[in-house]
């Protein structure tokens, strides 16, 4: 069974702050893209980040470029999200997913966001 | 930025009712598109990608169509679980965009 578990949220004050994990198991993980995707509270969903199986493509949405960093360990079969000069409007569930797999055979590994991790919770307030 | 909007923004409908809902794009995405389930206080669940290849482990009361900026997603004889809030992804173009949802309730 496929698992996908974040770790990390909290409460921080604004300009804080935090780190984000998400490790997975139950997959090949170095063959998959992975994502982070957020969730204001009683809102819709927001793409945040992706990083490419061997962390060689990175993209970002507007509203996090040059605050938030995406990276990964294969080995530790871990994807990360460092956020800095945190802001009220980022608080959020973080759910980390999976991208594409170069493991075909995978349908979950076909485009983005086949599966999802629980999330976990970040709230930026004083 | 490639806008979603989806349409209607929340529907009523009864256990074996059929649904439809729209999702239109503010440029051509080709079939680049994801139909995504979400339950109360839970994660989204992904039902169709490539804009209507049903997920393994959907129920085949989901279907999905369309290409270019005009999408579908259907639910056939409506069941209980279904009762939920639905999304579509455009992974076309960065930054990927979820339209709005619609959220299916009960009548």
């Known amino acids: 069974e496929v698992q996908l578990m974040e770790s990390g949220g909290g409460l921080v004050q604004p300009g804080g702050s935090l780190s984000l994990s998400c490790e997975a198991s139950?997959?090949?993980?170095?063959?998959?893209?992975m994502s982070w995707v957020r969730q204001a509270p009683g809102k819709g969903l927001e793409w945040v980040a992706n990083?490419?199986?061997?962390?060689?493509?990175?993209e970002y949405v507007g509203a996090v470029k040059g605050r938030f960093t995406i990276y990964r360990d294969n080995a530790k079969k871990s994807v990360f999200l460092q956020m800095s000069s945190l802001r009220a409007e980022d608080t959020a569930v973080y759910y980390c997913?999976?991208?594409?797999?170069?493991?075909?055979?995978?349908?979950?590994?076909?485009?983005?966001?086949?599966?999802w991790g629980r999330g976990t919770l970040v709230t930026v307030s004083s | 930025d490639i806008q979603m909007t989806q349409s209607p923004s929340s529907l009523s409908a009864s256990v074996g009712d059929r649904v439809t809902i729209t999702c239109r794009a503010s440029?051509?995405?080709?079939?680049?598109l994801g139909w995504y389930q979400q339950r109360p206080g839970k994660a989204p669940e992904r039902l169709i990608y490539a804009a209507s290849s049903l997920q393994s482990g959907v129920p085949s009361r989901f279907s999905g169509s369309g290409s270019g900026t005009e999408f579908t997603l259907t639910i056939s004889n409506l069941q209980p679980e279904d009762f939920a809030t639905y999304y579509c992804?455009?992974?076309?173009?960065?930054?990927?965009?979820f339209g709005p949802g619609t959220k299916v309730e009960v009548k």
């Open positions: 997913a999976t991208g594409p797999s170069s493991n075909y055979h995978d349908t979950r590994g076909h485009y983005f966001f086949g599966y």
């Open positions: 440029q051509g995405i080709r079939s680049d």
């Open positions: 139950g997959l090949s993980f170095s063959t998959y893209w």
């Open positions: 990083i490419k199986q061997d962390g060689s493509e990175i």
């Open positions: 992804l455009q992974h076309n173009t960065y930054p990927f965009t």
